[in-house]
């Protein structure tokens, strides 16, 4: 299946709009796109308590896999930032263990026509993963 990074990129605003960000106002959505097609988004999440906060990419990550979603061929990841949201160390962990040949596309909200593309291996190399 072919990827088109726009209508990924343009999903993963659209989950934007789900952001619940009182705290820190910084909106973020993420769109995950499986092998078959199917796009699922997520958005950030705050808690008073920093800690339990959760970004964009996760939550997309976790709908998916509890959905019984599996194999993922692409992530999107938008927010109102100069050349876009990079994701963090834990977003990246988890779309090594679940998604590791996915390419990963990054804009800023204000201009979605500017993609940069990563690879999630790329973004973590050497991550911690079991062998079965």
């Known amino acids: ?3 088109d990074p726009k209508k990924l990129v343009a ?3 659209k989950a934007r709009e789900g952001s619940v960000s009182p705290y820190s106002r910084f909106k973020v959505g993420a769109a995950l796109l499986t092998k078959g097609g199917e796009i699922i988004g997520g958005a950030n999440v705050e808690s008073a308590s920093y800690g339990l906060t959760c970004c964009a ?7 998916a896999l509890t959905e019984g979603k599996k194999h993922f061929t ?3 990841v938008v927010a109102r930032c100069d050349d876009g949201p990079m994701p963090c160390g834990a977003c990246r962990q988890l779309l090594r263990e679940y998604a590791p040949d996915a390419k990963v596309y990054i804009a ?3 201009d ?7 690879t ?3 973004l973590l190399p050497e991550a911690f993963v079991l062998v079965p």
Do not use: H, N, Q, W
């Open 1 to 3: 299946m072919k990827i």
């Open 11 to 13: 999903a993963a605003d």
């Open 57 to 63: 990419e996760r939550i997309a990550l976790f709908k």
């Open 74 to 76: 692409a992530v999107a």
């Open 108 to 110: 800023d909200s204000d």
């Open 112 to 118: 979605l026509k500017t993609i940069r593309t990563f």
């Open 120 to 122: 999630v291996k790329g």
